[in-house]
Each structure stands twice: as structure tokens, then as C-alpha cells.
T-cell receptor
């Protein structure tokens, strides 16, 4: 099955700086890569996703890049704010889109 | 639109006792997932349903865990007997399989503490 690795496990940045979280996957058949944000004690919520036919996608301060050849994808958060502090999970999905494999999470702290 | 509903939100039981969790997915979502999330880890799939059929239960410890999704809507996950290592958050999620997006919507989870 798919194996998703995520780095770093913890990340601290100053408010206004950028944050980058990286994930790698093993199954070349995976074609859908969502990112979830989970605040303390709350449910994971989708913040952005990308499909394998696209190399980059941006939504305001959040962007995701995908390198299919290298099998890695990254989350970029610019102009970070304290409310961005949370645990972020990447995931990779099999071709049918119904089986998700999650990374181990990155705990992001934005220091005011 | 109501989100995924789970109950109870918290459960504390002694080891060897049984426990059950309930999930009501988003209306119209035919795919339902049960995940286990340990502290500091990502969700790990326990079982996936397509309508009422369990299509992937390879990670479900079948000696003590069981699940059902009668009528292809609500689902229950049961542990009997519970062990100390079962303490975790149990997340339910649903998606509209085959739709234009694959987004999974998560419930708030049930935090289980086994003492």
C-alpha cells in the first residue's frame, strides 16, 4: 500500500514569515493529495488539495506544489498568522479516490 | 448542511469493558470511514464502507473490534473487550465516492480513555 512521510514534525515561525511542510509518497498510482488542518481538540478540515494533473495550486495565503516524478508535494503558507497554529496533515489517495493514507502530521506554531 | 455527527464525544471505561461509538455521515455520502488517531499521529484507517458493504477492513483488529453500517447510513464501531492501548480518538468521516471531488468530511471524533 501507499506510504506517506511528512516533515518536519514540528515547526515554529515568526508571525509574517512563511512555513513549508513537505510530504513524500510511494505509490505512483496516487493521484489526489489533500492537506488537512486540525486545531487542538477539533476535527481535521480540508484546507487545500491538488490532483496529479496539476503542478501547483494556490488559495490566498496557502499553496500546494506537486512533483510527480519525485513523488513529493509541499504545503506553503505565506504571511503566517497566529491562527495558522495547528497540526497539518498531508494525505495521498489511491486512483479511485476512496482510500486515504495520512502523514504523521506537522505541529505548526506561529509566534506573535 | 449538517456535518458528520459522532457520539459520544468522550468516553472513559475500564479495561475489559465493551464500548460503542456511533456515526451519522453527511446525507447522501455513500462512503464512510472509521479512523483511529493516536496523540501526535495522523488518522489511521480502520474500516471503509461503500454503502452498507465493508470494502476495506484489513486494518481492523477483528478479535476485538467490530463495525456495522446497516442500511448504508449510520454506522457503529464496537470494541469488546477494550484494552489500555485502545485509548485514542476515533474519527468518522464520509465522502461522496465517485463525485467531482474526493473530499472527506470528518466528524468531531470520540476520545476514548481506557483505565
Amino acid at each position: 500500500g501507499e506510504n506517506v512521510e511528512q516533515h518536519p514534525s514540528t515547526l515554529s515561525v515568526q508571525e509574517g514569515d512563511s512555513a513549508v511542510i513537505k510530504c513524500t509518497y510511494s505509490d505512483s498510482a496516487s493521484n489526489y493529495f489533500p492537506w488537512y488542518k486540525q486545531e487542538l481538540g477539533k476535527r481535521p478540515q480540508l484546507i487545500i488539495d491538488i490532483r496529479s494533473n496539476v503542478g501547483e495550486k494556490k488559495d490566498q495565503r496557502i499553496a500546494v506544489t506537486l512533483n510527480k516524478t519525485a513523488k513529493h508535494f509541499s504545503l506553503h503558507i505565506t504571511e503566517t498568522q497566529p491562527e495558522d497554529s495547528a497540526v497539518y496533515f498531508c494525505a495521498a489517495s489511491e486512483a479511485n479516490g476512496n482510500q486515504f493514507y495520512f502523514g504523521t502530521g506537522t505541529s505548526l506554531t506561529v509566534i506573535p | 448542511e449538517a456535518g458528520v455527527v459522532q457520539s459520544p464525544r468522550y468516553k472513559i471505561i475500564e479495561k475489559k469493558q465493551p464500548v460503542a461509538f456511533w456515526c451519522n455521515p453527511i446525507s447522501g455520502h455513500n462512503t464512510l470511514y472509521w479512523y483511529l488517531q493516536n496523540l501526535g499521529q495522523g488518522p489511521e484507517l480502520l474500516i471503509r464502507y461503500e454503502n452498507e458493504e465493508a470494502v476495506d477492513d484489513s486494518q481492523l483488529p477483528k478479535d476485538r473490534f467490530s463495525a456495522e453500517r446497516l442500511k448504508g447510513v449510520d454506522s457503529t464501531l464496537k470494541i469488546q473487550p477494550a484494552e489500555l492501548g485502545d485509548s485514542a480518538v476515533y474519527l468518522c468521516a464520509s465522502s461522496y465516492g465517485g463525485g467531482p471531488t474526493y473530499e472527506q468530511y470528518f466528524g468531531p471524533g470520540t476520545r476514548l480513555t481506557v483505565t
